[in-house]
């Protein structure tokens, strides 16, 4: 960068950190092998400030209650729990999570036709959202840990719907495999014939088998039979 070399910078790709408006750096790259290296010509990365705020996209209630967002939120900002109100209960935490989509924990049951008012929740640039409100989804879904007792889970797990067809969900199972499952479950129970449909947006974990699964499950026995398609973060489809 500007002609000095970038620490840790020796892959395929590179990603910088946040750049800000005027900075405008200069990148070029160097690559070699035993007896030739060559330099790519210089590419200017040049910022335009954003003047928009965030765009409130969805909210959901699958216990507690979700909000996307369309950008990367400022986490202060994100996380105060006076920036949000949730027609019908009281929002009594807010935890941000993956940049733009926000766990509201709330006192009280959200009924159908339930609203979510944001106010003051600001983008990295500073632009705040100014009273904004969105309807919020129902989900027929629910969640819960499919684990052994005093086994599993190694790390409790967690899941929530921030708008029709969209859930976050975290897992601390040991794994969907041997004679015992330990993972997140969201679900929703089916007595015949039923379609389902899911994209894995995003997919994070510490371990080269962390999966994200479409599942039909018989029961909620950790040892129950099933059958799932699933991605894992470095193995694709499976």
């Avoid at 590179?14 to 007896?35: E, M, N, Q």
């Avoid at 010509?41 to 909000?67: C, E, F, H, K, Q």
């Avoid at 994100?78 to 807010?94: D, K, L």
């Avoid at 926000?102 to 990295?124: C, H, I, M, R, Y």
């Amino acid at each position: 960068e500007s002609g000095a070399d970038i620490a840790g910078a020796n892959g395929a790709s590179y990603t910088t950190g946040l750049l800000s408006s005027g900075a405008d750096p200069k990148f070029s790259c160097r690559v070699a092998i035993p007896g030739v290296e060559e330099t790519s010509r210089v590419a200017t990365v040049t910022v335009i400030d954003d003047p928009d705020p965030p765009v409130v996209l969805s909210a959901g209630y699958m216990n507690p209650v979700g909000v996307a967002f369309d950008e990367a939120l400022d986490p202060a900002s994100a996380e105060t729990a006076s920036n949000y109100t949730v027609s019908g209960v009281t929002v009594t935490a807010a935890t941000l999570y993956l940049e733009k989509y926000v766990k509201l924990d709330v006192s009280g049951t959200p009924q159908a036709g339930f609203t979510v008012t944001v106010n003051g929740v600001t983008d990295l640039a500073g632009n705040a959202v100014d009273n904004v409100t969105v309807n919020g989804y129902i989900s027929p879904m629910m969640t819960q840990d499919i684990a052994d007792d005093g086994v599993d889970p190694l790390l409790e797990g967690e899941a929530f719907c921030f708008g029709e067809g969209g859930y976050y969900v975290a897992g601390g199972g040991h794994d969907i495999w041997d004679a015992a499952d330990g993972f997140r479950f969201a679900y929703q129970e089916f007595g015949g014939k039923f379609d389902m449909v899911a994209r894995v947006e995003t997919l994070e974990g510490t371990h080269s088998w962390a999966k994200a699964c479409l599942m039909a499950r018989e029961g909620m026995d950790p040892a129950s039979r099933h059958a799932d398609i699933c991605t894992t973060r470095t193995g694709g489809q499976n």
